[in-house]
């Protein structure tokens, strides 16, 4: 990459290296240096009339790819406007890293000071509907932060992770060495010895067992298993809509363990 670079250039070169394809969004003026540095990425941006409909779209493109859905938000009501889709994403469980742009440094914590799209705290507007909300004051922070956004985003229980970086922190000139390598890796929740005892305890007496899949069933590839306890129970298992989201290119349901046991 040559040329003066900026913190948009690390949210995009974090992204990258993560895995991320495409992005999801509406342009904004706090957020242009997100967008501007996606001209010099490979990120493959869509976008939406409204905000609601670029969050709705970044959840759906994440139940059909198995991928983490990816959003960038402008300030104030860009951001308030994409609420209602990220609470869809947050109660099904779906995983999503938001990047949402914020009035400039100088601004932040002071009360209707007059500055364009300015809330008072925008975080927390997002707090019911996302997992957790960071803010990025510095933009040598912003790989490291959207690093541990994309690790939680797909730990158990998967969702939204939501960050906030100024608009002079993405637009102005940056030291930082373009990003080349970053690593998100899933921390579970191991299950609880005494509950998987309860409940293998209340299935061996069970008379007509039946099993309903959730999506967590789908997002932790726990296909395989599925179909074990399906076939030692002789259970017959229902899928949720959240469990039966198919893969792009295929016909087959990934909840599904099979014709003889699944309904």
């Known amino acids: 990459m040559t040329g003066v670079r900026n913190g948009g250039d690390l949210v995009v070169e974090t992204l990258e290296a993560l895995g991320a394809k495409t992005v999801f969004g509406i342009p904004g003026q706090h957020a242009l240096g997100l967008f501007d540095a996606m001209g010099r990425g490979?990120?493959?941006?869509?976008?939406?009339?409204?905000?609601?409909?670029?969050?709705?779209?970044?959840?759906?493109?994440?139940?059909?790819?198995?991928?983490?859905?990816?959003?960038?938000?402008?300030?104030?009501?860009?951001?308030?406007?994409?609420l209602a889709g990220l609470?869809?994403?947050?109660?099904?469980?779906?995983?999503?890293?938001?990047?949402?742009?914020?009035i400039p440094l100088e601004g932040l914590g002071a009360r209707r000071k007059g500055m364009l799209h300015q809330l008072d705290d925008q975080k927390a507007s997002a707090a019911n509907v996302t997992k957790s909300q960071r803010l990025i004051q510095h933009a040598s922070g912003i790989p490291s932060a959207i690093q541990d956004a994309w690790t939680e985003a797909i730990s158990s229980p998967q969702g939204p992770v939501w960050l906030e970086i100024p608009q002079n922190v993405l637009l102005d000139p940056i030291?930082?060495?373009?990003?080349?390598?970053?690593?998100?890796?899933?921390?579970?929740?191991?299950?609880?010895?005494?509950?998987?005892?309860?409940?293998?305890?209340?299935?061996?007496?069970?008379?007509?067992?039946?099993?309903?899949?959730?999506?967590?069933?789908?997002?932790?590839?726990?296909?395989?298993?599925?179909?074990?306890?399906?076939?030692?129970?002789?259970?017959?298992?229902?899928?949720?809509?959240?469990?039966?989201?198919?893969?792009?290119?295929?016909?087959?349901?990934?909840?599904?363990?099979g014709s003889r046991t699944s309904t």
Not at 53 to 82: I, Q, W
Not at 87 to 102: C, D, F, L
């Open 42 to 82: 490979n990120l493959h941006f869509v976008s939406s009339r409204v905000e609601n409909n670029s969050a709705f779209a970044a959840d759906g493109y994440s139940r059909a790819t198995g991928e983490v859905g990816v959003l960038f938000l402008s300030t104030g009501p860009g951001a308030l406007t994409s």
């Open 175 to 257: 030291m930082v060495p373009p990003v080349e390598d970053a690593l998100a890796e899933t921390a579970d929740n191991p299950p609880r010895v005494e509950l998987v005892r309860e409940a293998v305890k209340w299935l061996s007496t069970a008379e007509r067992p039946a099993i309903i899949a959730g999506g967590g069933t789908r997002r932790g590839r726990a296909e395989k298993s599925l179909l074990s306890i399906a076939e030692k129970l002789r259970a017959p298992v229902i899928c949720t809509p959240g469990a039966t989201a198919r893969s792009r290119g295929t016909t087959s349901s990934h909840c599904s363990p």
């Open 87 to 102: 609470q869809e994403a947050y109660a099904t469980g779906v995983p999503m890293v938001v990047v949402a742009s914020q």
